[in-house]
């Protein structure tokens, strides 16, 4: 392994990798331990690497919840806006100074619950925007409600008996104009990088479902002992498919 | 300088154009939609029709913070809807003009008839505590050069300047003098420049303190002292002194209009920075016995007058979007007997 450079910044010991991305004072993240969203962030800082990303022209938006967190983890101009109003803002961003990358990331429920009535008209627009969703299927930070891409049957704090209602079929909403869209998991790791680094080059809206775990307000609720076994869950439960139009509920895959 | 006829919010869209407005972001709503329309075919304005009013407020918010200056117009149920951005723009400290033409509420209410119960709602619309810069005019002409001091005002203050029109004043037509007014230029540098972090989160420079009550309240703080620091140089009001009588009339927008019909019988103070309030009315009002404040409201200034004063104010209301000269003046009458 290559030895890994470092710089000394004030207390701070800067680790000069992709990380480079983060603003490392502030690490580590407030996550609790188990959760996804730091892998959602290093995936974000690879792809940006690949793709040579700086401060001078990149711009990160975030929704509310514990996925709105992250905009402020990276080192270049950031929002942190109201919850569900990433993608109306980051469209501001974008018709305004066009030169800007703009990267949202946020969650299932920021982005398709309380903020899904955007992300239709922002997909018919076609905005040259990027979307990252940590897709974690529940709200973490409030308690572990039902969110728009829980699982039917599933058990949340407000669905003992079991979630009666289907998830939102996003893939449907982007694939109805035409727009990119991707499903991934945090556990296929290479593959939710290319991704990511597919969507940033794509013009016009991409949108990247990563499904996440939340051991803490999920996964314990439903039966799992850590989140390690979520995460193999999704190593069992997901299979990529390259050479399709339309992903099963069970692939994962690029459509565009 | 040149002449022309102009409706009222037609002079907001021109006078924003001059005042350097770089993106508007709009939804279609009855009686500001001209806004819109007149902006549709300016090439120095980046334009955006949205699917609602919320995602109106966080566009501009967005285009404001990437270097645009930047406004959006409505009225009452898109106000409504834009309130918890309007804190957002207050908590990240972006300049923006927002402006409300009112109509009669609450809900649907009247929608092509004028009122002014938005008032409070500018003010203390949004949760928590913020303190907006508010600007009515009552013409034409005024609603031109105020546009130019609510974009200004924006600049200085890094805040949403609210400009009020009503459905009155916003389709009246009036010749206005054209004429070339200051505009304060943007320091606040663009996004992709640093590694600035934008919250609505309380914070310390650019770190989220969501734990910390000091923290907090030192920036409440900077955010109350900012705000009346930039209103002072927008001290815009006009009061008509009356020796022979003991009652100051009040009145703002569309109703101060009206109240010149009656200035032999009162004296009166038309605030047009309606937030924060002029302090000179304190001392205008000591000269008098009695202060009336006439709104198209159920009352709404009365209580921010009665307040700022210490003392009794009393109300005349005008309900409904009519405004009946006759009917008016019979409340001011029984007003004036009857305390």
Known sequence: MDKIETVQEGNVTKVLTHLNYLKQERLPTQWCPGCGNGIVLKLVCQAMEKLDFSQKNTVMVSGIGCSGRSAGYFDLDSIHSVHGRAIPVAEGIKNANPALNVIIISGDGDLLGIGGNHLLHASRRNTNISIVCIANSIYGMTGGQTSPTTEQGSKTLTTPQGNADTPIDVQAILKAHNSYYARTTVFHFNHAEKCITESLQHEGLSFVEIKTQCITNDGRRRGFKNAYEMMMSYKENYKINSKTDTLEHNEIGIIK | ?339
């Open chain 2, 1 to 339: 300088m040149t002449k022309i006829l102009l409706q009222g919010n037609q002079a907001i869209a021109r006078a924003a154009v001059k005042a350097g407005l770089g993106f508007y972001a709009g939804y279609p709503i009855t009686p500001a939609s001209e806004i819109l329309h007149e902006l549709v075919s300016e090439k120095s304005v980046k334009l955006m029709q949205m699917e609602d009013e919320i995602a109106s407020i966080n566009a501009i918010i967005g285009a404001s913070l990437a270097g645009a200056k930047s406004m959006t117009a409505t009225s009452g149920p898109g106000f409504s809807l834009m309130q918890e951005s309007i804190g957002l723009a207050h908590m990240m400290e972006v300049p923006l003009v927002v402006v409300n033409v009112q109509r009669v509420g609450p809900s649907t209410g009247m929608p092509t008839l004028p009122a002014q119960g938005d008032v409070l709602q500018c003010k203390y619309g949004s949760h928590g505590d913020y303190f907006p810069i508010v600007f009515y005019p009552n013409s034409v002409d005024e609603l031109y050069q105020y546009t130019f001091h609510a974009f200004n005002a924006a600049e200085e203050s890094r805040s949403p300047v609210i400009l009020l029109s009503d459905g009155y004043v916003g389709h009246l037509y009036e010749t206005i003098q054209i004429q070339d007014y200051r505009i304060s230029k943007r320091t606040l540098p663009p996004l992709g420049t640093s590694n600035r972090h934008f919250t609505g989160l309380t914070h310390e420079g650019s770190i989220p303190a969501t734990s910390d009550p000091e923290v907090h309240k030192k920036f409440i703080k900077h955010l109350e002292t900012k705000q009346k620091k930039v209103a002072k140089k927008y001290n815009g009001y006009e009061y008509r002194e009356n020796a022979s009588s003991d009652t100051l009339l009040i009145a703002y927008g569309a109703l101060s209009r009206v109240s010149y019909h009656f200035k032999d019988d009162f004296a009166i103070c038309r605030p047009i920075r309606i937030f924060p309030m002029i302090e000179d009315i304190k001392e205008i009002a000591g000269q008098y016995k009695r202060i009336i404040v006439m709104e198209m409201n159920a009352g709404q200034y009365v209580n921010e007058v009665e307040r700022l004063l210490h003392r009794k104010v009393h109300l005349v209301s005008v309900l409904g979007g009519k405004i009946d000269l006759q009917e008016i003046w019979t409340k001011l009458k029984r007003s004036r007997r009857e305390t």
